[in-house]
């Protein structure tokens, strides 16, 4: 911790501050689908880095659709030989959400 004081006024940081790291779990609505995407999952993989899936401004990703989610996600998927890169990996008739744990924050 440190702490500074100019004037009288003192300010105190602290390096131990927990970034937001957003929901647990996304839920993207494709049409009548719903997709869970372990949001916390994938920031572990990428040792709580942002920039590889948001750029330089975390949150939402702009323009986020089919064409952002092919181009930033398979790539990744098939890199780590870890994850869906074949359609119907993702786009399926029925995608079941009971397994996972409730959704902590907003999607």
């Known amino acids: 911790m440190l702490v500074l004081s100019l004037a009288g006024a003192s300010v105190s940081f602290s390096a131990e501050t927990t970034p937001n790291r957003g929901p647990e779990i996304i839920r993207f609505h494709m049409g009548d689908l719903t997709l869970p995407f372990r949001h916390w999952g994938h920031q572990r993989l990428v040792n709580n880095q942002c920039s ?15 064409e952002i989610a092919h ?11 870890r994850g869906p890169v074949e359609c119907k990996e993702c ?5 079941s959400i009971k397994q996972l744990p409730p959704a902590k924050g907003k999607d």
């Open 52 to 66: 590889p899936c948001h750029g330089s401004t975390p949150g939402k990703i702009d323009n986020w659709g089919k």
């Open 71 to 81: 181009a930033l996600c398979i790539p990744c998927h098939e890199t780590r030989r």
């Open 91 to 95: 786009h399926q008739t029925t995608v």
